[in-house]
């Protein structure tokens, strides 16, 4: 009577599945948390990582763009100061 009513309870695997495969599937259930959570833990390093990296380039974008705005500028007073020199001498003849 045991047996009918385990099968009725269990109305499924439970009964055919052995002791020695339930120990194996807790502990491949163990495993499997264990690298979800290291995924979980390395996913937010990386977005941490990530975001300070983003950071960094946005800071460097922004001094490139404002050190080319300056040479931008330099340049453009050489320019006429080389222009302005070359006229100079070639009046002077």
């Known amino acids: 009577m045991q047996e009918s009513g385990g099968e009725e309870v269990g109305a499924g695997?439970?009964?055919?599945?052995s002791e020695h495969q339930q120990l194996?599937?807790?502990q491949e259930e163990r495993v499997l948390t264990e690298q979800i959570e290291s995924l979980q833990k390395e996913k937010?390093?990386?977005?941490?990582?990530?975001?300070?990296?983003?950071?960094?380039?946005?800071?460097?974008e922004t001094l490139e763009s404002?050190?080319?705005?300056?040479?931008?500028?330099?340049s453009?007073?050489?320019?006429?100061d080389s222009e302005g020199a070359t006229s100079d001498f070639s009046g002077m003849p």
């Open 13 to 17: 695997l439970e009964p055919e599945v």
């Open 76 to 80: 453009e007073n050489l320019n006429v």
């Open 24 to 26: 194996a599937m807790q």
């Open 66 to 74: 404002e050190a080319s705005i300056g040479t931008a500028d330099s």
């Open 44 to 60: 937010e390093e990386l977005t941490f990582e990530m975001l300070t990296l983003e950071q960094r380039a946005s800071d460097d």
